[in-house]
T-cell receptor, first 113, second 112 residues
Framework: DSGVTQTPKHLITATGQRVTLRCSPR?????VYWYQQSLDQGLQFLIQ???????AKGNILERFSAQQFPDLHSELNLSSLELGDSALYFC????????????FGPGTRLTVL | DAKTTQPNSMESNEEEPVHLPCNHS???????IHWYRQLPSQGPEYVIH???SNVNNRMASLAIAEDRKSSTLILHRATLRDAAVYYC?????????????FGPGTRLSVLP
């Protein structure tokens, strides 16, 4: 158990819908990272927040957004969902913002029908 | 675009050393090299990271070529629990801050 929690574990929705994935980092960790894992694209970094502020951005689509709240939990919002958005979404956390060991949660499996 | 290449799969016998290679010929001077592994049905797990010098920790060693265009993750004595997909990752800086570029991963099988 990494100490990072993600909810829900599974999510099934329809194209065009909007969903919110939630992540609680390990106690004391200030950075939260979001990743997408799909069969065709592999693991891709989406975005990083550090202490409530966006710190880095990867291959995140404009339809996707994230935020980190004062209690340091984070949410990833996915809108106008397409079939190709079906994937495992991982959240990870680390103590600070650079060159740190990241601790990954168990993931949320999103299925778009 | 920076990227890494890794063999699709490798096999090892239990209690023997394993050398997992990664090529990253487009790496820049400030890009770190990270290795994570993913056990079945789990999120990735940190293994090791480095910049220029070889690195050792309780899990593994990381050997980085002098020109930094390749690196090798070394598991000194493979156990059955080490069967996983091993990802070589470049930790880059771009206009948006850091960017983690994952390789395709090497699936390691450990034979008893």
């Amino acid at each position: 158990d990494s100490g990072v929690t993600q909810t829900p574990k599974h999510l099934i929705t329809a194209t065009g819908q909007r969903v919110t994935l939630r992540c609680s980092p390990r106690s004391g960790d200030l950075s939260v990272y979001w990743y997408q894992q799909s069969l065709d694209q592999g693991l891709q970094f989406l975005i990083q927040y550090y202490n409530g502020e966006e710190r880095a951005k990867g291959n995140i689509l404009e339809r996707f957004s994230a935020q980190q709240f004062p209690d340091l939990h984070s949410e990833l919002n996915l809108s106008s969902l397409e079939l190709g958005d079906s994937a495992l979404y991982f959240c990870a956390s680390s103590v600070s913002d650079l060159y740190n060991e990241q601790f990954f949660g168990p993931g949320t499996r999103l299925t778009v029908l | 675009d920076a990227k890494t290449t890794q063999p699709n799969s490798m096999e090892s016998n239990e209690e023997e050393p394993v050398h997992l290679p990664c090529n990253h010929s487009t790496i820049s001077g400030t890009d770190y090299i990270h290795w994570y592994r993913q056990l079945p049905s789990q999120g990735p797990e940190y293994v090791i990271h480095g910049l220029t010098s070889n690195v050792n920790n309780r899990m593994a060693s990381l050997a980085i070529a002098e020109d930094r265009k390749s690196s090798t993750l070394i598991l000194h004595r493979a156990t059955l629990r080490d069967a996983a997909v091993y990802y070589c990752i470049l930790d880059l800086f771009n206009n948006y801050g850091q960017n983690f570029v994952f390789g395709p991963g090497t699936r390691l099988s450990v034979l008893p």
